[in-house]
């Protein structure tokens, strides 16, 4: 199972379970993003203020370790919620699952325009869908449902059936996001893509590049 990050005694943001949303949020980026972006939200909330905030330290490495062992976990297929933001149905909504949503949501500002440049299959683009309005619903359900009435939406599963299927969203979207980011980065780091074997060699050396960068 794993566990919510354990926060120094003195650290002034937001909770444990906000913060294992707000990472999720920056896991489910299909380009790299500078920390430095969107680790502020992790004290504020995502309200703007005047004076400038930055994680520095021993809680930013800590906060930055967590961050990397959510994706590690995803990867292999063995990221799982913390316990205490898993749906239970005796239970209803918690504190800790409002609180994770509201973390995701806070984060998602910076991530949602590099999703937006992204050509999607359909079942990516139902299951982010899905995960964005299942947060939601866990911060405020009976507005979300609401609003989700006044714009005729119709045939949606019942907050519950999507309370329950959050951890397979979450893994879905980051396993998405990171094959779009993968995918990026192997484009990006070839620059010798539309060179041909028996091209002159774009080093400059005057040689085929099958018989110079291209050995």
Known sequence: MTQLMTLPADWEGMPAAFIEGALLAANANPKPLEPE??????????VTEDAQITVEGDIKMAILNHFEMQYRYIKAGEYVLPEQLCW???????????????????VWPFIEPNWADQVMSDGTMRMLSALLT?????????????????????GMPEPAQLYAQLPLMLTEVVMAAD???????????????????NDECPCGSGKKFKQCCGR
Do not use: I
């Open 37 to 46: 972006k969107w680790l502020p939200v992790l004290v504020h909330g995502g």
């Open 88 to 106: 239970q149905e005796e239970s209803g909504v918690t504190e800790g699952m409002s609180h994770f949503a509201e973390g995701f949501l806070a």
């Open 134 to 154: 299942t947060c939601m619903l866990l911060v405020d359900e009976s507005s979300t449902l609401a609003q989700m009435q006044e714009a005729g939406v119709e």
């Open 179 to 197: 094959e779009l980011q993968q995918g990026a980065g192997a484009q990006a780091v070839n620059p010798y893509k539309d060179t041909g074997r």
